[in-house]
């Protein structure tokens, strides 16, 4: 909750940092034409600090010094990741101020803690809604702009406990109909289909439409455009906010039944979302966050985590007698459409999620 003069400050430094971030990617980019070889860290960071001695750059020397800083590693993993993906740094995109989401990192070094309050370099002490761990190291502490509201985010090491982890594995199959289906029976809704977040749905669909008919192109927009802005903003958040509740709590009943190892699909999620009578589905679900989530959480609790072959067929395969789903011998073409089917071979009905399931949980066995 910082107050005009701080929120001010704030916004300053998430200009540095966009500036930092593009200039030390557009220096990086010619250079690399030039001589073949990319500008590494240290050398980036020289950079930023001989033009802090230039006039035209003078301004640098208002804000905190280890925003560009941080702004040069933020590029540095974003071009790592781009050589790793694609061979190439060309990926890595600019900052733009029109981005929803703003923000910049700290030193976790310079940050310190108070009662209901944290101090940022050049800002000063700014008061939070929630107490930060005092007396604990901090790690990778960011000031973020949702749109709304300014947050900010910090890692804190805490002690590994250890887990007394049963035999059990635990396949889980992830889906559009059920958010997920487990071997051992727990199975969770898909919770966009519930009364309350089709209503939400349906106002972020009239906020945008109340935006769409009031924006005008190359003016500045309008109070009421402003208003209904503000309203999208809010029912996004508060959907955004419900998805990720459901997924964190599905994620920790899964890993709290403390098996040896779960198995999940490799799902290519970027596949999917091109088939576009799926593709918004799909993204409602957030199927990513959920193997995110839950890979994070496995490897916190000790559970190893894996991800079954790409192609396996988990669904078409019968979970007693080994027999593959055939369409010339059960007469139908195999597709989403069939929720459950009958073996052929030893007659056992299957329902198309759980059979997947228990698959999975039998991968590794």
């Known amino acids: 909750m910082p107050t005009l003069d701080q929120e001010r400050l704030l916004w300053g430094h998430v200009g540095v940092r966009r500036f930092a971030y593009n200039k030390m990617k557009s220096l990086s980019e010619k250079y690399y034409k030039h001589f073949g070889k990319t500008l590494s860290v240290v050398n980036m960071g020289k950079m930023i600090t001989r033009m802090k001695n230039r006039d035209k750059y003078k301004w640098l020397k208002e804000y905190n010094a280890d925003v560009p800083k941080e702004a040069i590693r933020d590029f540095d993993k974003a071009r790592q990741k781009s050589f790793a993906d694609f061979g190439n740094a060309y990926h890595t995109k600019f900052k733009s101020k029109y981005d929803l989401y703003q923000g910049f990192a700290l030193d976790h070094r310079k940050c310190k803690v108070k009662k209901k309050t944290i101090c940022i370099t050049k800002v000063g002490y700014v008061k939070t809604s929630r107490q930060l761990p005092r007396k604990r190291r901090l790690s990778?502490?960011?000031?973020?702009?949702?749109?709304?509201?300014?947050?900010?985010s910090v890692g804190v090491e805490t002690a590994e406990i250890e887990q007394m982890l049963s035999d059990d594995v635990i396949g889980v199959d992830v889906g559009i109909k059920d958010l997920c289906v487990a071997s051992n029976g727990f199975v969770v809704t898909n919770i966009n289909k519930t009364p309350k977040v089709k209503k939400l749905i349906n106002e972020k669909k009239?906020?945008?439409?109340?935006?769409?008919?009031?924006?005008?192109?190359?003016?500045?927009?309008?109070?009421?455009?402003?208003?209904?802005?503000?309203?999208?903003?809010k029912v996004s958040r508060k959907l955004n906010n419900i998805r990720d509740n459901h997924i964190h709590q599905t994620t920790n009943t899964l890993v709290k039944a403390k098996p040896s190892k779960i198995v999940v699909e490799d799902l290519s999620v970027q596949f999917m979302l091109k088939n576009k009578k799926l593709s918004k589905a799909v993204s409602y679900q957030k199927i990513n966050f959920f193997f995110n989530c839950l890979a994070y959480k496995c490897k916190l609790n000790k559970i190893e985590y894996i991800k079954a072959p790409r192609f396996y067929a988990s669904s078409k395969?019968?979970?007693?007698?080994?027999?593959?789903?055939?369409?010339?011998?059960?007469?139908?073409?195999?597709?989403?459409?069939?929720?459950?089917?009958?073996?052929?071979?030893?007659?056992?009905?299957?329902n198309r999620d759980m059979n997947a399931a228990i698959n999975l949980s039998k991968l590794v066995v």
């Open 317 to 350: 395969i019968c979970n007693c007698c080994g027999y593959k789903y055939n369409s010339k011998d059960c007469c139908k073409q195999w597709g989403l459409h069939i929720r459950s089917w009958e073996c052929v071979k030893c007659k056992a009905s299957h």
């Open 206 to 233: 009239k906020y945008q439409q109340q935006m769409s008919k009031r924006f005008v192109k190359g003016q500045e927009q309008s109070n009421n455009y402003n208003k209904a802005k503000q309203k999208h903003l």
């Open 140 to 152: 990778n502490p960011r000031v973020v702009f949702d749109g709304l509201h300014w947050y900010i």
